[in-house]
């Protein structure tokens, strides 16, 4: 059988997969895995030298009854019955597409005595969904709901229906994985939506092969129509791919296997043109407006320099920010160093609000801090009382010096004019870039969305209103070096 090659496949460093292990459980339950649903299980299933997973963060997209969930499904039967995984976690956008997945595991576990026979109870209460194993591992099905990710957590997560993924969702998730000591996050997806912010930010990344996690990709090959970029993809459009069965083959290596040229050809007619691009031919559809990235991870990280130092005696400026809901805040400092560049460092990061008044009063204690800038309306608003309190004077920014200080910090990262240190095992800023999008402000503005980002945000924000603080004063001078401040 002939592989078709993904559109696009990454993998981090690793020293191998454990592809033989699912392959092997597979087959004993009557699923002989084809050349494309191998190769997508040797990336997800990508470990390091301890044989631990190379990433978090693991996505395959693909159209419809193609592979994504069935190579999910084979990974999660093999960490349930031959890596003893003590929670796994199956979530979708919808209870109906959850309770589904539940049957399919029923039948699949009830129909092979070897797997049936393991099985200490079976959860049948609608909501509620799950195998509980002798062995004490557990396989839970559950919804996203509007609540986010709360109750959602495990040694694994499959984020089914990933095109539905909303920054709530991230944002209770991700971070309830961390204390586990090996987990992973599956997420499969069909092509995204205009709305698909968190899915479009994963894709770019995993296309770009610059994230830490593995990713693969089939679809058509895009801008193949006869009119190009022009071309609307109605059906009997001349030259269309979208009526091309060899370009259409190439997002969905299913056909001829498990889905029919007639299939197709049928849906093709019953389609309207976009979705038949976005379902069949893979291709997503145009972005919304908000959901941009104006700082790009690359021209980012060339702004690191782990061997920058804020100078002694330099004026320092305080930003301050906290994520939705008070679940985190942050402090970054900036000042220059000897020779100009501005110097971002991360002072505090960490859950809660109760510990930043205190810590602030510490800093102005112990340096000369020149200003402290936040931003009244966001979640950094209900600190306003307690700076009174301890009379400590902040720079409560305007909606207009918010935008310009977004602008502000773009323009530096392009010109190369700031710099920044990281925590080399758990980097910050790095961090909060990857998943941070934009919304518009005004005429041609932008600020950084903390509800529409992907994970939580708020050093970015609080670096770029101390980098504001300090690009918009008048206090340029050297110093001498020194080996740090905070």
């Known amino acids: 059988m002939t592989l078709v090659e993904p559109a696009y496949l990454w993998t981090p460093p690793r020293a191998g997969s454990l592809v033989d292990e699912v392959a092997d459980l597979s087959e004993t339950v009557g699923r002989i895995l084809d050349p494309e649903q191998r190769l997508a299980v040797d990336a997800l299933t990508s470990v390091d030298e301890a044989g631990k997973w190379t990433s978090l963060n693991n996505l395959v997209v693909c159209p419809r009854q193609n592979l994504k969930t069935f190579v999910m499904e084979c990974i999660v039967l093999t960490k349930l019955f031959v890596w003893d995984e003590k929670l796994i976690m199956w979530t979708a956008h919808e ?27 079976i959860g049948r209460e609608n909501g509620a969904e799950e195998f509980e ?46 204390a586990r000591r090996n987990p992973q996050a599956l997420y499969g997806s069909s092509a995204a939506l205009s709305t698909s912010t968190i899915l479009r930010r994963l894709m770019k990344s995993g296309r770009a092969g610059n994230w830490s996690g593995s990713y693969v990709e089939w679809q058509a090959e895009p801008g193949t129509c006869e009119l190009g970029d022009g071309c609307d993809h109605a059906l009997g459009t001349p030259g269309c791919a979208c009526d091309d069965m060899e370009k259409i083959r190439r997002g969905n ?61 330099a004026s320092v400026f305080l930003g301050v920010d906290v994520s939705p809901g008070q679940k985190s805040a942050a402090i970054v400092a900036c000042g220059r160093r000897a020779d100009g560049l501005a110097h971002l460092e991360v002072i ?48 409560w920014v305007t909606l207009a010096e918010h935008a310009e200080a977004c602008g502000v910090l773009q323009r530096a990262v392009g010109a190369q004019t700031m710099r920044f240190v ?22 041609g503005g932008w600020a950084w969305a903390r509800r529409k ?3 939580d945000i708020c050093p970015l924000v609080a670096a770029t209103l101390a980098h504001w603080g300090c690009a918009t004063s ?13």
Request: with cysteine.
């Open 95 to 121: 209870f109906a597409t959850a309770e589904e997945s539940f049957k399919h595991f029923d039948e699949l576990i009830g129909s092979y005595d070897h797997l049936s026979r393991r099985v200490r109870r």
């Open 133 to 178: 194993l002798h062995s004490g591992s557990v396989l839970r099905f559950r919804a996203r709901t509007k609540s986010g990710g709360r109750g959602i957590s495990g040694d694994t997560v499959v984020l089914d229906e990933a095109f539905a993924l909303q920054a709530h969702h991230m944002g209770s998730l991700i971070p309830t994985m961390s």
């Open 253 to 313: 290596p299913a056909l001829d296997i498990r889905i029919t040229r007639k299939f197709i050809r049928e849906e093709r007619d019953t389609l309207p043109p976009a979705e038949f691009a976005r379902e069949r031919m893979g291709w997503e559809d145009p972005d919304s407006d908000d959901g941009q990235q104006p700082i790009t991870v690359e021209s980012w990280t060339e702004c690191l320099d782990m061997e920058s130092r804020l100078v002694e005696g």
């Open 348 to 395: 505090e990061h960490r859950e809660g609000t109760d510990w930043i008044v205190e810590r602030i009063a510490g800093i102005t204690d112990r340096h000369d801090v020149t200003e402290i800038v936040a931003d009244q309306r966001s979640a950094a608003g209900v600190l306003a009382p307690d700076f009174e309190a301890e009379d400590i004077d902040v720079h």
């Open 422 to 443: 990281d925590r080399p095992l758990q980097p910050i800023l790095a961090n909060a870039l990857v998943p941070a999008v934009s919304r518009d402000v005004g005429d």
């Open 453 to 455: 980002s992907a994970g």
């Open 474 to 486: 008048e206090d340029l001078s050297s110093y001498n070096p020194t080996e740090g401040v905070f």
